[in-house]
């Protein structure tokens, strides 16, 4: 079997999100462009991921994996990985290729991406995370408007919640009073039975950083996650040797599994993070996930992507799925136009049920899709 | 698909190997006893692994996996490894039960286990792998003997060799002077095209250890193995930070994953070891690997069991498949009685290819196997 071809379909959409100016989503109906990989077979077999960029695709990915066995992920991931470096392509593009060929390689196999990597359970716990604050009446507006909307997680059955604090633009952020106001108000309205999780602004100071640590130890929160720029991971490891709430990092930071490699060797977090999306795909994940594992430290997996959810369906050293971003104003539950059912519907225990489907577990509507075309 | 049964079957056979006092391999007519475990579900599938304790599959592993999805290898190896820390069972009897999985995953997708993982590659370099040192005419009983032996191997179209030099209780050994020797003599009669690499006795002082490495140097070897204790750790750190040459290490060291995650972070090894009967099969291999490539560090793997063999299929940071034990007076070539075919046949070229058959490409003689059974 061998690649065929390999393409990206541009397609317009709306939107249920929009963004501020630091880039936080907010509900709103931004008209956008998504993008759909396809890896084809010569005979006949499809892969498919949403992201990834026309231009890595067409310039990079096309002329080195036409003709290779779609099966040799390893050495193409590898291979492409090198080549990013001249092109300063961010690893999103990467990513989507590389999830492309595991959605084939479960579709040729008959299995869902969980079960080739090695399954390790059928379905995971999920947690509400929300967006940031705004200023929208019923929204995200004050601590008690996050009380409530907390509230309302927990009756649709979410054991856990994820709080994005106040940032800027929105006025009097950043501030770790306020932030500390917010958690504590959640923590008071859903009781101490609920695990609740602090994602707070990204650039606070030591000072502020450790401030807002100890809030969160007195709140009895399971994790406490970026609250300073990543790329002082001296920093971190100061913050990390003060604080018994496990600073959980890092995400944005570039350099893929070599990266997170380094912060376990300096002692900069206490649980790792990994994202489909932040190093490059689950061929990568699957490294940091394994770099945890070896040295026994937990971990939390980043968004709600249908590769996320299937490295959780197979990995034990992480708790919980991030479902959202979630608002009170905006429909979390309804599939986006361009497909026909979520991949991450929630029962009511609170549950995630790993995707059965081969593959990822992407149901496109490929018609919109088509229809849509840019 | 569920777990039906999970059996081991004893068979006797007749090897090609003996051992000495310490348990080292030379040429022999060992009579032993084989074990084959297999997997079956509930419709029909098989996997099959050698090796394997009876005792371990059936009062520790049966009763937990019976009825378990076989796709749950990350699950049901973690559950397994836990159980072993009372019964104090070595990892050799878990890696049969994993790879038997393995090989039941690629015989349900119809694919080679290393395609399952994510291959990397269709071939390796082999290098020949030899026995230690004995008192065998026209053996491996002198510096000149190994180079005999050396100029046969290069002749059939090894590119690589590995010396094992004279251990106890052959006479005069350990001697890293006669280690030297032999490794001189090796070189000189291959000439500097040929990689050389050793594993020489393994409990020399810091100070012999050093010696003999510096000698490798000069001799320009690719690698230096396990010549101390490897529960001395902060040993090998010393020596680690002396030596040009790679030190490559653990082997072993039991404690799986978490051991290589340790001498990384100490800086005790400059090559990582793995292979899949030291520490459990198929999926802590993958971890291991994983952890090595986050650091960027090259591999050996050790020995040329099947599941090894798919590993490196699937990863980058190794260059050569082990190939033996070698020695003049052993047919390597000519499969075992419980084998219609080697896993493993090189070509002119020094290479092994990857095996296409579903699963593991064991190439069993079941009838041998039952017409044998104990």
Redesign the interface.
């Known amino acids: 079997m061998k690649i065929a071809d390999i393409t990206v379909q541009e397609f317009r959409y709306t939107s249920r999100i929009g963004r501020d100016s630091e880039g936080h989503a907010h509900p709103g109906n931004l008209d956008l462009t998504g993008s759909l990989v396809t890896v084809v077979t010569d005979d006949g077999a499809e892969g498919h991921c949403l992201g990834g960029s026309k231009e890595f695709v067409e310039q990079i990915v096309r002329p080195r994996i036409v003709g290779k066995?779609p099966?040799?992920?390893?050495?193409i991931?590898?291979d492409l990985a090198e080549r990013t470096r001249r092109w300063n392509m961010d690893d999103k593009g990467l990513a989507a290729v590389d999830m492309a060929l595991w959605d084939l390689?479960g579709k040729v196999?008959?299995?869902p991406v969980y079960?080739?990597?090695?399954?390790?359970?059928?379905k995971v716990k999920a947690y509400a995370s929300t967006m940031v604050g705004d200023d929208i009446e019923g929204g995200l507006n004050t601590p008690e408007a996050y009380a409530n909307f907390a509230e309302t997680c927990v009756a649709r059955g979410y054991k856990a919640i994820k709080i994005h604090s106040f940032y800027p633009p929105k006025a009097g952020a950043p501030d770790p009073r306020l932030d500390a106001d917010i958690c504590r108000a959640v923590r008071e309205r859903v009781g101490p039975d609920i695990a609740l999780m602090l994602d707070p602004y990204h650039d606070y100071n030591r000072e502020e950083a450790l401030y807002l640590g100890r809030e969160l130890e007195k709140l009895e929160f399971a994790w406490y996650e970026e609250p300073m720029n990543e790329y002082s991971i001296a920093s971190y490891v100061w913050l990390t040797q003060r604080l018994d709430i496990p600073v959980l990092a890092p995400e944005v930071a570039l350099g893929r599994?070599?990266t997170?490699?380094e912060w376990i060797?300096r002692g900069a977090c206490d649980m790792l993070r990994v994202g489909v999306g932040d190093v490059g795909g689950i061929?990568p994940s699957?490294?940091?996930?394994?770099?945890a594992?070896?040295?026994?430290m937990s971990m939390d997996v980043h968004g709600p992507h249908p590769g996320n959810l299937h490295l959780l369906g197979?990995?034990?050293n992480a708790e919980f799925f991030e479902r959202g971003l979630l608002h009170p104003h905006v429909d979390y539950e309804t599939p986006a136009p361009y497909l026909n059912s979520i991949h991450d519907p929630i029962d009511s225990d609170g549950y995630v049920q790993m995707p059965q489907a081969p593959g990822l577990g992407y149901d496109f509507n490929f018609e919109y899709i088509r229809d849509n075309a840019v």
């Open positions: 066995d099966f040799h992920r390893e050495y991931w590898q390689a196999t008959g299995q079960k080739l990597i090695g399954a390790y359970r059928d599994h070599h997170r490699a060797e061929t699957l490294k940091v996930i394994a770099l594992e070896c040295f026994r197979s990995m034990r």
